[in-house]
């Protein structure tokens, strides 16, 4: 049996070998630039096509075989796309990487492509509540999980088996932000030859690249502060060219025609996209990479809003506790203080028992009641009755979710009118 895949091999050694010669933004802002675009136009055009023609049919052989670079169908790969792959690949410091439909997508392409049955996993029990149920899902296929208390590397090392092909982690966690101990994990992991996948969507690229701590894995919802608007779905992974792919068991020989360093995404475009379909659509990709454009500027805005908030509400007495791990109260405050740029736009926070939770939201004239990240706009909810409800009292409990804990994701509002807005709030 053939196994076709397409593998821009100009475009991974583009990758490979670039130096940054400018700021972030200024990268991001003229990355489409740095190829050749349609008509002189400043961002990569919406191509709809699904499929593209080839004047010479021994040609459209050799993409299909992967001897050269192209487009075979719309499910692999599309210009649109690609052109948004090369920015998520700068924003990271990566050789390349693959977007998906949603961030959702992305992690599922690694059970997808990437795990066996027999595989075992260590993650972090400080979750995104729909991650958690695939690693759910991952079990009851034939596969182990350990879920554990990641803000410690031992907790980690403690789980590793013979069979543990992965370590999955957030960098802060949602909704009680929890800080990984990424830098030590990602140590642990390279001593021990194991994969380091990093969910970097709650911190952003602009304020963390897990590169740095060791990961060979990125996971980013495009969803979220990336395309920071809230009109398109999406997620990408990103290979950081630090795990040796030759040592992992799973790679399939088909995928092997190409130095190690491609195999991985090579096998993840073929299994996730080919096969299972997750695809991004090219009017998401051009939103999202308009979105990323501005992505530096929102997540200084929101992270110095977050922050003040933050303050106000830990000084009033009518709050019970506040999470943000850019106060000296967190638990891993100096450890997010050493990894990220600031403590991004996502917080929470406890009222006392006399205040009801829904009354101090509907209170609130700014701030939305939605169930939504790193959007513009600051959205809020009730974690406990929405989107952590269906997993019980008891497992809310055990990862520390108060029934009036309240989700905070500040947007670029003004920061004043923010704060007054949560203030009001409390004082009705």
């Known amino acids: 049996m053939l196994f076709a895949f397409f593998v821009d091999k100009k475009a991974f050694k583009q990758s490979a070998n670039m130096t940054q010669k400018y700021g972030f933004t200024t990268t991001i802002l003229h ?19 699904v499929t593209w023609g080839y004047s010479d049919a021994r040609q459209l052989a050799e993409v299909f075989q992967g001897k050269q670079s192209g487009y075979r169908y719309g499910r692999q790969g599309n210009p649109t796309v690609a052109a948004l792959e090369d920015k998520v690949t700068k924003m990271e410091g990566g050789l390349a990487s693959i977007c998906f439909a949603s961030g959702m997508a992305a992690i599922g392409a690694l059970i997808q492509a990437l795990l066996r049955e027999g595989d075992h996993v260590v993650s972090s029990v400080f979750l995104f509540g729909n991650t958690a149920s695939m690693w759910q899902t991952f079990g009851g296929q034939g596969g182990k999980v350990s879920m554990v208390d990641a803000t410690d590397v031992a907790n980690v090392e403690a ?23 990424l830098k030590r994990i990602g140590e642990l992991c390279r001593a021990r030859g ?22 060979g894995l990125v996971v980013n919802s495009l969803t979220k502060s990336i395309g920071g608007h809230g009109n398109a779905l999406g997620g990408a992974l990103t290979d950081t060219g630090l795990f040796d792919w030759s040592s992992f068991p799973n790679i399939y020989d088909a995928y092997k025609r190409n130095p190690p360093v491609q195999w991985a995404l090579a ?13 991004l659509g090219p009017e998401a990709a051009h939103h999202i990479a308009v979105g990323a454009e501005t992505i530096a500027l929102r997540m200084e805005r929101s992270s110095a809003s977050a922050l003040a908030v ?28 050493e990894l990220f740029r600031s403590s ?4 929470s926070f406890e009222l006392k028992p006399e ?23 600051t959205l809020v909810i009730a974690v406990a009755h ?23 994701s500040i947007g670029i509002e003004d920061t004043t009118d923010l704060v007054e807005d949560f203030r009001q709030a409390l004082q009705a």
């Open 31 to 49: 990355s489409d630039r740095q190829k050749t675009i349609e008509h002189g136009a400043p961002h990569k055009p919406v191509h709809t096509s």
């Open 159 to 181: 789980a590793l088996t013979p069979a543990t092909r992965m370590v999955f982690v957030e960098t802060i966690a949602n909704p009680r932000t929890q800080v990984a101990d």
């Open 194 to 215: 194991i994969l380091f996948v990093v969910d970097n969507t709650m911190t952003s690229p602009y304020l963390f690249q897990p590169k740095t701590v060791g990961a």
């Open 267 to 279: 096998q993840i475009r073929a299994k996730s996209l080919r096969d299972f379909g997750a695809s």
């Open 310 to 337: 933050a303050r106000m509400l830990e000084a009033d007495p009518r709050v019970a506790a506040v999470h943000y791990p850019g106060l000296e109260s967190h638990p891993q405050y100096v450890l997010a203080g």
């Open 344 to 347: 991004s736009y996502l917080f």
């Open 355 to 377: 205040i009801d939770c829904f009354d101090y939201l509907n209170r609130l004239k700014l701030a939305i009641s939605g169930t939504h990240l790193g959007d513009n706009r």
């Open 386 to 408: 929405t989107i952590f409800y269906e997993i019980g009292a008891e497992r809310r409990a055990a990862m520390g979710i108060g029934e009036s804990l309240i989700r905070v």
